[in-house]
């Protein structure tokens, strides 16, 4: 099975709606992410904020290892 870093190499769109596609996610709940420290690093081009295969698969990580800890809290 690839890793999820090939997974999100492979074709991605490195915007804020790129992301969101990806993760099913609505631009106001990535801002409310992003304002609760949440959100994976961005970096600016010009006007336009990417963000990077590397910090997406970061990010994913990070929910992983949040969503495992609270698991393992209830149970």
């Known amino acids: ?26 631009r106001s709940s990535y801002y409310n992410l992003k304002a609760a420290g949440k959100a994976p690093r961005e970096y600016v081009v010009g006007k336009l904020i990417r963000i990077s295969p590397e910090a997406e698969a970061a990010w994913v990580r990070d929910r992983e290892a949040e969503a495992e800890a609270r698991a393992t809290a209830t149970a």
Request: proline letters at 12%; charged letters at 15%; one cysteine or more.
């Open 1 to 26: 099975m690839p890793t999820i870093e090939t997974q999100i190499a492979t074709f991605r769109d490195p915007s804020v709606p790129g992301f969101c596609a990806r993760h099913h996610l609505s």
